[in-house]
């Protein structure tokens, strides 16, 4: 049974999915079960860790409690023992008899002080002399007369201590020495304070027993640990023993106090502990130990508890601590609860992401199988197709392969009819045998580099047929590579192009030459120019020629422009002139010469005399004159030639021959230059406005702004004079005056000063531009403080219009004011139509003012005329004080110019 390949991998698929699946479910149970353990083992060994180190913390806590307790006593004591000395010292004073000798005074007061004792009468006092011979001891009257510092000779800390009193005359330290009430020769160590009486010159001491101190210390410490607690819910507690395995304290079961192990037994299993602890204790100082005891807060329940112990050794008791590994249980269970929800939780999102999965890969496995299955399905078709585009290429195209070195491995039958060559003929054999010997070297060079790097060369080959006839392939070649990217063969596939390039050159007579006129047309003078010789070119263009078309019919042009080249071929067909139509009714003369005098005298001889003659077009007879341009040069001659034919229109003659006077080649560069940088400038937004400030004469105050235009390019300011003209050849003047309008009615919506906005007449007669700036303001609300300046308004021609315009503003509140008034045409009657509000004298009077009177006379007139018809007079040019002084006397109304502020970005307050 026979599996396609959608099927086989199909069943891969599903396989795959079920193993993984399976394996994938072991493992996480696995993993869970480990975990499980592994989280139950950590969670035990933590909590018997923390509590561990809690209780050692605590017992070690307790311990430095009761060194501080110590310390704290031992200083204490010898302040008490101070206040001993110091009472016997008052006693004696009160009772001082400076007759009796200090023996006699001492011995006198021998019961007061046999009753001065203390500590279970084992503290006391004793006196000697300077001399050492003890006077009283409170303990062993063996003693008296003795001589102290002889005694302590047999005691070294009791001669040391002695030595350093004789030096202060007052000491605190500690010796041994017997106790009283112990029968025994065993000494104890004694802290003992030492002062000497000045007045009878003997030595008070009195003292205290270490171990008549630690009873107590021991009971303050018991008592403050049977009340101390610790942990959670204060648990935790201390027990003491003694290092002879009896309790000393235990705040839960004080009937265990003084018993031994035998009376134990009722509370634990264990083994004797308590002994345990006593002997390791003496071995090590501190350690842990884990035993069984009924819990008293469990009502006697056996529990395994483990304690942490610590010796004092001095004091030769010990103190401990546990906790209950009951305690972990009950965590444990709460612990594994939680942890077997959490793993359940875990298992059936991890088993469900699982199903998810699987489910989702059946689905991609089926949409593989189904896109396999597609592919399949389209392979075949792709290859049933590709057997019939064959059949469709041997049947239309000439197809041929190679190998990589050139040699022929296969023919299709076309090549075998458009050839010439049978398949055994050719096969083996490489194309040279049909490369036509006109074939470019480099093109062969070049589609040999080109599909040896594994691209597609496509061109017009030319052959030779077995027969030595010439034919033309357009063809394709395309390199045929393996799995490794490596070319292994070459196909070629051609169309026979003989008859298309056999009638090219017909076809480039025709594109060369004007149809209506048989004359070279422009693409066959540019190629002519193109060689850059020396030559003369004329330009003659007919003056007025779409008057004859809208006059007459288009067929009546063309019989004009017909006649027109019939006469200029007679005239200048002999010699090396040639003639050439390159427009519409734009003839061309070419001669390669440099005779321009000679040349420009054959132009007016053909004006003069046929140019003159009447054209008898069917019924209609008329004449026509010329325009003509010449040019000499190598080159951009033809470019030359268009100047100068301009410039002749522009003034109006005949003939214009060029000149370095006229706008150059350098010329039109720079105004595409410029169009280019106006459009970036544009649509980077960096047309901007600056602000001059406008003086009022009458309240000394800065109230108008006139909004200027500049160009910001690398940080540089340019201005208007440099590009506006340039701008008003092209459609992007009215873009330049669209922003002006934008920014400045958009700055002064915000600021309550009046401002005016330059339009020229281009502006006015901009429809779209004007309902702009009207709708505009509208919407900022800022006819009231808005001025329309006209410039150049000498231009005017439809004044009317211009003033029905204008009062559509005006009937808003907006101002009016013509600039530049005074210089060149200045129509006061135009003025009064126009309705302005201000006239601005021209900068170009202003500034001749001071030293000439005819132009005070002018500006005298003007400022008369606009008073009496109430208009107001802005002087432009305002450059110094001397000439605003001046221009203030003339009355002018308000003063523009460096003197009262440059144009800024940022307004210029008064």
Request: with cysteine; net charge neutral.
């Amino acid at each position: 049974m026979k599996f396609s390949l959608s099927k086989i991998n199909f069943l891969n698929l599903i396989c795959t999915i079920l193993v993984f699946s399976i394996v994938t479910a072991f493992f996480i149970f696995k993993f869970v079960d480990d975990f499980y353990n592994s989280r139950m083992d950590d969670f035990e060994k933590r909590y018997i860790e923390k509590n561990k180190i809690l209780i050692k913390n605590e017992v070690e806590r307790s311990i430095q409690r009761a060194e501080i307790l110590k310390d704290l006593e031992y200083e204490n004591n010898k302040n008490k023992l101070e206040e001993k000395i110091d009472f016997v010292q008052k006693v004696l004073d009160n009772k001082y008899i400076n007759t009796k000798t200090a023996e006699e005074f001492v011995k006198s007061y021998k019961k007061e002080l046999d009753l001065y004792k203390w500590d279970n009468d084992t503290g006391y006092i004793y006196i000697f002399n300077d001399k050492g011979k003890v006077l009283y001891h409170g303990y062993n009257e063996t003693l008296l007369s003795k001589n102290i510092f002889k005694i302590a000779k047999n005691n070294p800390e009791l001669d040391s201590f002695l030595s350093e009193t004789l030096k202060k005359d007052e000491n605190y330290g500690s010796y041994k020495w017997q106790m009283p009430n112990i029968n025994n020769n065993q000494l104890f160590k004694k802290y003992v304070y030492i002062k000497k009486y000045q007045r009878l010159k003997i030595f008070i001491a009195a003292g205290v027993y270490k171990k008549e101190m630690d009873k107590k210390l021991i009971d303050v410490y018991i008592n403050e640990l049977k009340k101390d607690r610790f942990g959670e819910s204060d648990y935790g507690y201390f027990w003491v023993q003694n290092t002879e395995a009896k309790v000393v304290m235990h705040p839960q079961s004080p009937e265990l106090i003084g018993k031994d192990f035998d009376f134990f037994k009722e509370y634990t299993e264990s083994y004797n502990f308590v002994s345990e602890i006593s002997k390791k204790a003496l071995e090590n100082g501190s350690g842990y130990i884990t035993y069984k005891w009924k819990r008293v807060d469990k009502n006697g329940e056996l529990d395994e508890k483990t304690s942490y112990y610590r010796l004092i050794k001095d004091w030769n008791i010990i103190v401990g601590s546990g906790f209950y590994l009951g305690e972990l249980k009950s965590l444990l269970s709460n612990e594994k609860k939680q942890l077997k929800r959490l793993i359940n939780i875990y298992v059936v999102n991890t088993l469900t992401i699982l199903a998810i999965l699987t489910i989702i890969s059946i689905i991609i496995g089926i949409y593989v199988h189904h896109n396999i299955k597609n592919i399949e399905d389209e392979r075949i078709e792709n290859y049933n197709m590709l057997k019939q585009y064959k059949l469709i290429l041997d049947e239309t195209s000439v197809v041929s392969k190679s190998d990589t070195k050139g040699i022929i491995t296969y023919v299709n039958d076309n090549f075998e009819k458009v050839s010439g060559y049978d398949k055994s003929n050719i096969l083996g054999k490489s194309y040279s045998v049909i490369k036509h010997p006109e074939n470019p070297k480099r093109l062969f060079k070049e589609l040999w580099e080109i599909i040896s790097r594994g691209k597609i060369w496509k061109g017009i080959i030319k052959n030779l047929t077995k027969d030595g006839a010439t034919y033309y392939n357009k063809t394709t070649i395309v390199p045929i590579k393996d799995s490794n990217d490596q070319i292994i063969e070459y196909i070629s596939s051609s169309i026979d192009v003989t008859e298309l390039i056999e009638n090219k050159t017909k076809l480039n007579d025709l594109f060369r030459n004007d149809p209506l006129t048989g004359l070279r047309n422009r693409v066959s003078l540019i190629s002519h120019l193109a060689r850059n010789e020396n030559a003369l070119l004329a330009l003659i263009n007919i003056d007025r020629f779409k008057e004859v078309n809208d006059s007459f019919n288009q067929n009546v042009g063309d019989m004009v422009i017909k006649e027109l080249s019939n006469r200029l071929f007679d005239f200048f067909s002999y010699n090396k002139y040639k003639i050439y139509r390159v427009q519409a009714d734009i003839f061309a003369i070419h001669l390669i010469d440099n005779d321009n005098k000679k040349f420009i005298q054959k132009i007016e001889k053909f004006m003069d005399t046929v140019g003159k003659k009447p054209y008898k077009i069917e019924d209609k007879n008329f004449i026509l004159t010329y325009t003509c341009g010449v040019a000499a040069s190598n080159n951009n001659l033809f470019t030359y030639a268009e100047v100068a034919l301009s410039e002749a229109k522009k003034k109006k003659v005949r003939i214009k021959e060029y000149d370095n006077s006229m706008k150059s080649i350098e010329g039109f560069r720079n105004n595409l230059l410029w169009v280019e940088r106006l459009h970036l400038a544009l649509a980077e937004n960096r047309i901007i406005a600056h602000y001059q400030p406008i003086y009022n004469y009458k309240t000394g105050k800065i109230e108008k702004y006139e909004a200027l235009m500049r160009l910001v390019e690398n940080g540089k300011i340019i201005y208007p004079n440099e590009y506006l003209s340039i701008a008003k050849k092209t459609r992007l003047y009215p873009e330049l005056t669209y922003k002006m309008v934008e920014k400045v009615i958009s700055k002064f919506s915000l600021i309550d000063k009046e401002f005016s906005i330059n339009l020229s007449v281009e502006d006015l007669m901009n429809e779209e531009l004007m309902s702009y700036l009207y709708d505009f303001a509208e919407q900022k609300e800022v006819f009231s403080k808005m001025v329309l300046e006209i410039v150049e308004s000498e231009e005017i021609e439809d004044s009317t219009s211009i003033a029905t315009l204008l009062k559509r503003f005006k009937d808003r509140g907006c101002k009016i004011a013509i600039d530049d008034f005074g210089s060149g045409y200045s129509n006061y009657d135009y003025l009064i139509k126009l309705q302005a509000d201000y006239i601005k004298i021209d900068g170009s009077i202003i500034k001749h003012i001071l030293e000439d009177e005819k132009t005070q006379t002018l500006v005298k007139s003007i400022v008369s005329f606009a008073k009496k018809s109430n208009i107001k007079v802005i002087a432009e040019f305002v450059s110094s004080k001397e000439l605003d002084e001046l221009l203030k006397e003339l009355d002018i109304d308000y003063a523009q110019g460096f003197y009262h502020g440059k144009p800024m970005e940022e307004l210029v307050e008064a």
